[in-house]
């Protein structure tokens, strides 16, 4: 299933499938774990990214640094509050012959992104719907 405008749903690749079908099994300790190493990842090569950020975006390195800075933290704060933000969701119902509710998440699909080149490592609090797919 694609979640983007302008596309049918259902055309993707044997690839993403596979590896959609991998990661919706994933926990989301596991997930965390992956989250973690990715801001592990851009901390430790920061100076490099931020490099690259100023190369292709005409941004000053100490905006470049900012932006780098920014996504670790958020990577951190996702990873230390998936569990929280994606716990079952109990809702009492007023009307008691109706019964009360429950939201949970589940795996939606593949999710596509369109970014712009501008801001290519802020992007990254989009990081959320990765948990969430």
């Known amino acids: 299933m694609r979640l983007y405008y ?7 690749t044997p690839a993403e499938r596979k590896t959609f079908q991998i990661w919706s099994r994933t926990s989301f300790a596991q997930r965390a774990a992956v989250v973690r190493k ?26 470049s640094l900012w932006e780098v800075g920014v996504c ?10 998936a ?7 109990y809702v009492d119902n007023p009307i008691k012959t109706m019964g009360d509710a429950v ?5 939606l699909g593949i999710i596509y992104m369109i970014e712009p080149w501008n801001v290519p490592f ?12």
């Open 6 to 12: 302008g596309c049918r749903a259902g055309t993707e």
């Open 38 to 63: 990715a801001a592990a990842l851009m901390e430790e090569r920061k100076e490099e990214l931020a490099r690259i950020n100023t190369l292709e975006t005409g941004k000053l390195m100490s905006a």
């Open 72 to 81: 670790e933290d958020m990577l951190n704060y996702y990873e230390d509050h």
């Open 83 to 89: 569990a929280e933000f994606l716990k079952p969701v």
């Open 103 to 107: 939201g949970i998440y589940q795996p």
């Open 122 to 133: 802020f992007h990254m609090k989009k990081v959320w719907d990765v948990f969430k797919a």
